[in-house]
């Protein structure tokens, strides 16, 4: 784990793996992980979708990169 080694990380999920990434951060001892979720499901998107969907949750995950 990067968080361990002092190194800033967001875990990036969609909304149908919510409850499951936070049950492993807090097994994990990392109950406060920074998790950014994002609508479900990806598959069926299109590529521009996608990309419009990085550019919005950027700032979010930058955000939470740089602060503590």
Request: net charge positive.
């Amino acid at each position: 784990m990067t968080e361990s080694k002092g190194i800033p990380s967001v875990s990036v999920i969609t909304s149908t793996f919510t409850r499951a990434a936070h049950a492993r951060a807090t097994a994990l001892g990392m109950p406060g992980a920074r998790i950014v979720v994002l609508p479900s499901p990806l598959a069926p998107r299109t590529v521009p979708e996608v990309k419009r969907m990085a550019h919005e949750y950027a700032p979010e995950i930058v955000g939470l990169l740089t602060t503590k």
